[in-house]
C-alpha cells in the first residue's frame, strides 16, 4: 500500500537531500521570478527575473555537484534535463 503522504514517488527528493544526488531543479518562482532549487530543500539556492540565468546558475550547481539540472517551463513540465554525473 502506497504512503498517504507522497505524491507517487515516495521520498524521491527526501532521499536526495544533503546527497550528492540532490539534482537542481529551475523552476517558476514567485511574483515572476525563476528560482533554482536543491532537491530536499524548500528555500531556492538562487532567484533571478532572467530563466537563462536560472538556468546558468543551476548548470553551474550540477556541474560542481556533479548531478543534474533540470529545466521546467512556465507551466512546471520538465523541458530539459543536463547531466554533470560523469
Known amino acids: 500500500m502506497a504512503d498517504e ?4 514517488r515516495g521520498n524521491y527528493f527526501e532521499d536526495r537531500e ?4 540532490a539534482r537542481f531543479h529551475v523552476v517558476p518562482g514567485d511574483q515572476e521570478k525563476w528560482a533554482v532549487k536543491e532537491e530536499g530543500k524548500d528555500e531556492p539556492v ?6 537563462n540565468e536560472a538556468v ?31
Open 46 to 51: 538562487f532567484t533571478s527575473d532572467d530563466k
Open 56 to 86: 546558468d546558475e543551476a548548470k553551474k550547481q550540477a556541474e560542481e555537484a556533479k548531478t543534474k539540472a533540470i529545466i521546467h517551463d512556465d507551466d512546471g513540465k520538465i523541458e530539459d534535463q543536463i547531466e554533470y554525473d560523469v
Open 18 to 21: 544533503g546527497t550528492g544526488d
Open 5 to 8: 503522504n507522497t505524491d507517487g
